[in-house]
């Protein structure tokens, strides 16, 4: 075979895989076999730049930068949708366009409105084009080489589709994926993402594609525009998904207004059980030619209504607004108000973010707020009622001091986020950080729960992480509700915690930026602490994925003379300040570092682990140019698997591995 026929085949064969995967749920291959294609693919990419793709599989890890991003007008502009909360406004709408139309219709499409961020996609000879933003409607900006990263859409089509056409859906991030992008902010002490639909939107204006790729964004499409070959939209939809496009199963043809009520019933009582947000439905009429009869206002389409639910949103007393200091020194507003039921659950509290919004509101004490359960994740203020206002003294100035320690509060450049610095007196700061220190994921001293850190702290047993090893069991079993049994416990735990390997110690230290995946690439790289308090610029940027905002953060902690005696502190305790490399049973693993993916057969994780470190090998968390060799269990994550094709890094099994070793 020749190379290009070669790579052509390749590409089609990866296509297709992928598209089974991420739009049926069907893995046509094992994912071992997925790897070494791509691989092969890459290679050959590589060999013969001459049959560069734009629409290659190996696109899809991202790696395009986009300083600005270019706009251009849409071919055909991108409507909003006239809306609607009530069911006889929907009747009205039917009656409106029978009218129009001069016939009755008894043909719709009803589908789920779904909350992201919306995106139009050309394709030409079943070839992704372009992707633009909705942007003002009439012109979009070019994300396409973000867009290429999101897995279900599909870069080169099959079957019989047109030869050019424009195709719309809406671009959402999944319930949990949004939840484990927050989860991994908080662990680095950053302010947390809001809702999924905005951080879908900022993630398609990321300048990395690398790093949009990272972000599990999903396209769920729902209209195709400049193609007439169908009769009826839900067959052009239909056939769509046959060229590769993901149409979500949830959306009904129907033939009667009370169908279509039904359809709202049903999925304003199934919603919060989806994977994902909806702000409504849409009901759209089915017939292409009554659609271009009916054709478009100045805003919306005539032809389709969205049906929202009612947000649960309700007004209440704003009592009063305290703020919360994170262990970073993050400053967050919160307001109380009088309680409310909001879709079942009470509510009294709901965080303001930052200064901005409580400006932006121009919030008195005393105000009627309105309060919604916004995305149903966390619930929100989202106005005041006009009419019932509090007194305009009771005006509400964003503090200037940090109320638990009094320093002044600062702004970091570039952040809406206002911070108190002083990280030596601020005793929530402290706490915080006392209580990441001993969390599952950093030290993991099981027995110290979050409210016993609180109270050890109150009682002035610990005030600061390095105290944690000072702990003498008579100061416990003083305590009210501490029985000796659970003393000794608490103490064996915490000497266990000095295994901790020094990855873990660099996270568990809290400097803010500096989360798992960071910590572990700094101590690989740097092998020790002094090491690393003594690197210059220039060596922390030559690390992948460290940028300025880490650099300045890791200086500012490493200046602050308190920090480094804690370090001091915990050195002499015994705490892992270094990689291991003393008790070697062999070198054999020198220079190779390892990232280790997926469950195994015989060995746990942490064996695997502990035998990597014990042969001279490195252990990192992601997948860098530096890695070596995979240790890929069943479930290898996605990520990881890519990272590694792009990167030419070898995927062994745990045989592998151990045959390695005996080597
Ligand atoms: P709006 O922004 O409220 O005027 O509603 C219009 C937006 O709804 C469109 O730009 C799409 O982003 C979004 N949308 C979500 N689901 C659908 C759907 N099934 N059909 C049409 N538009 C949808
Ligand atoms: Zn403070």
């Given at each position: 075979m020749n190379p290009e026929e070669e790579i052509k085949g390749l590409r089609n064969k990866l296509h297709k895989y992928n598209n089974s995967y991420y739009n049926n749920d069907v893995s046509l291959v094992s994912d071992f076999e997925f790897d070494m294609?791509?691989?092969?693919?890459?290679?050959?990419?590589?060999?013969?730049?001459?049959?560069?793709?734009?629409?290659?599989?190996?696109?899809?890890v991202g790696g395009e930068v986009t300083k600005k991003f270019q706009s251009f007008n849409h071919n055909f502009p991108m409507y909003s949708l006239a809306n609607t909360y009530s069911k006889d406004e929907i009747k009205e709408w039917i009656k409106r366009i029978e009218k129009k139309w001069g016939h009755k219709i008894n043909d719709f499409n009803c589908e789920l409105k779904f909350d992201g961020a919306s995106i139009n996609l050309y394709y030409e000879q079943g070839k992704l084009k372009r992707a633009l933003t909705r942007?003002?409607?009439?012109?979009?900006?070019?994300?396409?080489?973000?867009?290429?990263?999101?897995?279900?859409?599909?870069?080169?089509?099959?079957?019989?589709?047109?030869?050019?056409?424009?195709?719309?859906?809406?671009?959402?991030?999944?319930?949990?994926?949004?939840?484990?992008?927050?989860?991994?902010?908080?662990?680095?002490?950053?302010?947390?993402?809001?809702?999924?639909?905005?951080?879908?939107?900022?993630?398609?204006?990321?300048?990395?594609?690398?790093?949009?790729?990272?972000?599990?964004?999903?396209?769920?499409?729902?209209?195709?525009?400049?193609?007439?070959?169908?009769?009826?939209?839900?067959?052009?939809?239909?056939?769509?998904?046959?060229?590769?496009?993901?149409?979500?199963?949830?959306?009904?043809?129907?033939?009667?207004?009370?169908e279509i009520f039904h359809f709202i019933d049903f999925w304003g009582k199934k919603k919060s059980e989806l994977p994902y947000e909806i702000d409504g439905i849409v009901v759209k009429v089915n017939s292409i030619k009554v659609q271009n009869e009916l054709g478009f206002t100045a805003k919306v389409p005539r032809w389709a209504i969205s049906y929202k639910y009612k947000a649960e949103r309700q007004s209440t007393l704003l009592l009063s607004v305290n703020y919360q200091i994170g262990r970073t020194g993050a400053v967050t507003p919160v307001a109380n108000f009088e309680p409310i039921n909001l879709s079942g659950t009470?509510?009294?509290?709901?965080?303001?973010?930052?200064?901005?919004?409580?400006?932006?509101?121009?919030?008195?004490?005393?105000?009627?707020?309105?309060?919604?359960?916004?995305?149903?994740?966390?619930?929100?203020?989202?106005?005041?009622?006009?009419?019932?206002?509090?007194?305009?003294?009771?005006?509400?100035?964003?503090?200037?001091?940090?109320?638990?320690?009094?320093?002044?509060?600062?702004?970091?450049?570039?952040?809406?986020?206002?911070?108190?610095?002083?990280?030596?007196?601020?005793?929530?700061?402290?706490?915080?950080?006392?209580?990441?220190?001993?969390?599952?994921?950093?030290?993991?001293?099981?027995?110290?729960?979050?409210?016993?850190?609180?109270?050890?702290?109150?009682?002035?047993?610990?005030?600061?992480?390095?105290?944690?090893?000072?702990?003498?069991?008579?100061?416990?079993?003083?305590?009210?509700?501490?029985?000796?049994?659970?003393?000794?416990?608490?103490?064996?735990?915490?000497?266990?915690?000095?295994?901790?390997?020094?990855?873990?110690?660099?996270?568990s230290i809290g400097i803010r930026h500096v989360g798992e995946t960071v910590a572990s690439k700094l101590a690989n790289h740097f092998g020790s602490i002094e090491n690393l308090i003594n690197s210059s610029y220039h060596d922390l940027v030559s690390v992948e994925e460290i940028g300025?905002?880490?650099?300045?953060?890791?200086?500012?902690?490493?200046?602050?003379?308190?920090?480094?005696?804690?370090?001091?502190?915990?050195?002499?305790?015994?705490i892992k300040f270094k990689i291991d490399d003393n008790k070697n049973k062999s070198n054999i693993l020198n220079g190779k570092t390892f990232v280790i993916s997926g469950t195994f057969e015989?060995?746990?994780?942490?064996?695997?682990?502990?035998?990597?470190?014990?042969?001279?090998?490195?252990?990192?968390?992601?997948?860098?140019?530096?890695?070596?060799?995979?240790?890929?269990?069943?479930?290898?994550?996605?990520?990881?698997?890519?990272k590694a094709y792009l990167l030419k890094v070898p995927i062994i099994g745990e045989k592998e591995f151990l045959k390695m070793l005996n080597t």
């Open positions: 294609l791509l691989k092969k693919l890459e290679e050959l990419e590589k060999k013969y730049p001459q049959f560069y793709d734009f629409n290659s599989p190996t696109v899809r942007g003002d409607g009439t012109k979009g900006d070019d994300v396409t080489s973000n867009i290429k990263t999101i897995k279900n859409i599909p870069l080169v089509l099959n079957g019989n589709y047109p030869e050019k056409f424009e195709i719309r859906g809406e671009v959402i991030l999944p319930i949990h994926s949004f939840n484990t992008l927050n989860n991994e902010r908080k662990d680095k002490g950053l302010p947390l993402f809001r809702n999924p639909r905005n951080t879908a939107s900022g993630s398609l204006k990321l300048q990395h594609s690398k790093e949009v790729a990272l972000r599990k964004l999903k396209c769920f499409f729902y209209s195709i525009v400049g193609e007439n070959s169908s009769l009826y939209h839900s067959d052009l939809l239909e056939k769509s998904r046959e060229w590769g496009f993901f149409i979500p199963a949830s959306m009904k043809r129907v033939n009667s207004i009370n009470i509510v009294k509290r709901a965080s303001l973010h930052n200064s901005d919004q409580i400006e932006r509101l121009g919030l008195r004490i005393g105000d009627y707020v309105y309060v919604e359960k916004g995305g149903e994740i966390i619930p929100k203020i989202v106005g005041i009622d006009k009419h019932r206002r509090g007194a305009l003294d009771n005006l509400i100035k964003f503090i200037e001091n940090c109320p638990e320690c009094g320093s002044k509060l600062e702004k970091v450049e570039g952040e809406a986020q206002h911070y108190c610095k002083d990280e030596i007196n601020c005793k929530t700061q402290i706490i915080g950080k006392i209580q990441h220190f001993v969390s599952r994921k950093a030290m993991n001293i099981e027995s110290l729960g979050s409210e016993r850190v609180i109270l050890l702290f109150k009682k002035g047993i610990i005030k600061n992480i390095a105290d944690i090893y000072k702990i003498e069991v008579e100061k416990l079993t003083n305590l009210e509700g501490m029985a000796e049994k659970s003393a000794l416990n608490l103490i064996e735990s915490i000497k266990e915690s000095k295994k901790q390997p020094f990855q873990k110690v660099l996270f300025e905002k880490i650099v300045k953060s890791i200086n500012r902690y490493f200046k602050n003379p308190q920090n480094l005696l804690i370090i001091e502190k915990l050195s002499k305790e015994g015989n060995l746990s994780r942490e064996e695997i682990k502990q035998l990597v470190l014990e042969n001279g090998g490195k252990l990192s968390s992601a997948v860098n140019s530096k890695t070596k060799i995979i240790i890929g269990g069943e479930s290898i994550g996605p990520t990881k698997k890519q």
